[in-house]
Each structure stands twice: as structure tokens, then as C-alpha cells.
Nanobody
């Protein structure tokens, strides 16, 4: 069993920055690819960024490339999402997700992940 707890969301003006953190419980964090998803009101949950087990491979949705950075610290069981140059269209609930252990690379579909955090709200005002 893995528990994921997100933090760092909030209200920010357009052009500002936020750093989301996701702390994972258990001993298998370093063997799990991780992802950040977001879900805006009335819309589907979609991938924002993903990172491989060791952090060497990353994936970004086109809408956030060049603005967001995903990283992980396996010693701290934590994955991060640094969000810069935020736009009103980035407003959503952001979720951290973990894949089953020992998968390689990154994954972009919700069905690829079997553990989810409770979400943290990010609101970007214009």
C-alpha cells in the first residue's frame, strides 16, 4: 500500500510560480515511475508530467513544456512539480500518481497508475 500526499497548491497571479510536492509512504517509491495529472472543473483528468524511477526520463504535456519541471528525490520519497509562468488555464486540481513497481520509462494514461493522492488545488488569477 502506498499513500501519496500532495502539498504546495494555492492561489497565484498569472506569471507566478508554485512548487508542488508529493510525499509517498512505504519502501517502494524508488521503484515506481511517478506522474502529475490535473483536472479542471468539468474536464477529464490529464497528464501534466511524468518521471521514470531514477529520474532520467521525463515527459511533459505540450501545454506545460518549458514552464513546468518534474523531479524526484528518492531518498526523501518525494516527487516535485515546479510550475513557472503560470497561466489562468493552468487552474485545476493537481494529482500525484504512482505506477506499479519496476515499470521502466514514463506513462501518460490514468490507467497506468494504481495509487493517487487526494489532490491539491491550483488557482491562477488573471
Amino acid at each position: 500500500q502506498v499513500q501519496l500526499v500532495e502539498s504546495g497548491g494555492g492561489l497565484v497571479q498569472a506569471g507566478g510560480s508554485l512548487r508542488l510536492s508529493c510525499a509517498a509512504s512505504g519502501r517502494t517509491f524508488s521503484s515506481r515511475p511517478m506522474g502529475w495529472f490535473r483536472q479542471a472543473s468539468g474536464k477529464e483528468r490529464t497528464i501534466v508530467a511524468a518521471i521514470s524511477r531514477g529520474g532520467g526520463n521525463t515527459y511533459y504535456a505540450d501545454s506545460v513544456k518549458g514552464r513546468f519541471t518534474i523531479s524526484r528525490d528518492n531518498a526523501k520519497n518525494t516527487v516535485y512539480l515546479q510550475m513557472n509562468s503560470l497561466k489562468p488555464e493552468d487552474t485545476a486540481v493537481y494529482y500525484c500518481a504512482a505506477r506499479p513497481p519496476d515499470y521502466s520509462g514514463t506513462a501518460v494514461y490514468t490507467d497506468d497508475y494504481n495509487y493517487w493522492g487526494q489532490g491539491t488545488q491550483v488557482t491562477v488569477s488573471s
